[in-house]
């Protein structure tokens, strides 16, 4: 062991504090990574729950608004994320408002999200489904928006947080348009108070309309993530591993080669008559 010394140098303790140094980050970042799997695998599975579960009403889900006219309610707790409810009341087609720029089908078009306004006189956004935008326009095209039935409806949905991101909110025609399902700047221009979250439609009554598709719901990536867990985990045994290597090497070059011991030839036994090898002498 005395021919590794050399890595008692500065030089050597210096490369040493710099390998374990990146090898303790990547294992912190796949840590990381390992947190974010955990909770991108809780959303799925809250998604897959919300699915088989029994809808329960909506209160037991989303808190009432406590605010006046225009303000939101508080956003409810993760874990009530996609939870199934239902909800009774009055659509008010007047504040009908578009979300543009959404995708289904690999088609761009709007989503369409009516307030429903309760007995208590809250309201909770509905997102009754995608339209594509009018023929022969672009993609910005307002479309013609089936009507919401009259009445009293019944809904049954899932709890979808608020999406995030600060983007204007406007109006078009008579109806709202936005790129975003903001809760907290879509009650701003709303004459009520609104719930924290919004409705993902599955089930009205009366029937919705059929030109609408259900909006697929967006399942998270999680094994991306795990992915990048094991990769930077490779990543810091692989670090501590070239340490190992390089400082192997350079133990032995100091070592230098090793030298061929001297063949003693008065040890070899003297030939016999006709042996080869003293006729090849």
Avoid: C
Wanted: aromatic share 8%; glycine share 10%.
């Amino acid at each position: 062991m005395v021919v590794y010394r050399f890595l008692l140098t500065p030089r050597w303790l210096g490369i040493l504090a710099l390998t374990l140094v990146a090898a303790a980050v990547m294992v912190l970042l796949g840590n990381w990574q390992l947190d974010r799997y955990h909770a991108r695998t809780a959303i799925n599975e809250r998604i897959d729950a919300g699915l088989r579960m029994d809808p329960v009403p909506l209160r037991d889900a989303l808190p009432a608004p406590p605010g006046g006219n225009g303000t939101a309610g508080p956003a409810p707790a993760a874990e009530r994320a996609w939870t199934k409810v239902t909800a009774t009341g009055r659509y008010d087609t007047s504040n009908v408002i578009l979300v543009r720029g959404r995708t289904v089908d690999r088609k761009v078009g709007f989503e369409v999200v009516t307030p429903l306004v309760l007995a208590d006189g809250t309201a909770v956004l509905v997102d009754r489904g995608w339209i594509p935008p009018a023929p022969g326009g672009d993609a910005t095209a307002q479309p013609p928006v089936p009507a919401a039935p009259s009445g009293e409806v019944t809904v049954t949905g899932r709890v979808h947080l608020s999406e995030s991101g600060s983007v204007a909110v406007s109006r078009r025609d008579g109806r709202l348009e936005t790129r975003r399902i903001g809760v907290t700047q879509l009650a701003g221009e709303l004459p009520y108070p609104v719930h924290g979250a919004y409705l993902l439609l599955d089930e009205q009554d009366p029937a919705a309309d059929p030109t609408f598709k259900g909006v697929p719901v967006g399942y998270t990536n999680n094994w991306q993530n795990f992915g990048y867990v094991v990769q930077w985990w490779i990543f810091a045994a692989m670090t501590l591993f070239g340490y190992g290597w390089v400082a192997r090497r350079e133990a032995r070059r100091l070592a230098g080669p090793v030298e061929e011991r001297p063949v003693d030839r008065a040890a070899e036994p003297a030939p016999r008559d006709g042996d080869p090898v003293r006729a090849a002498r």
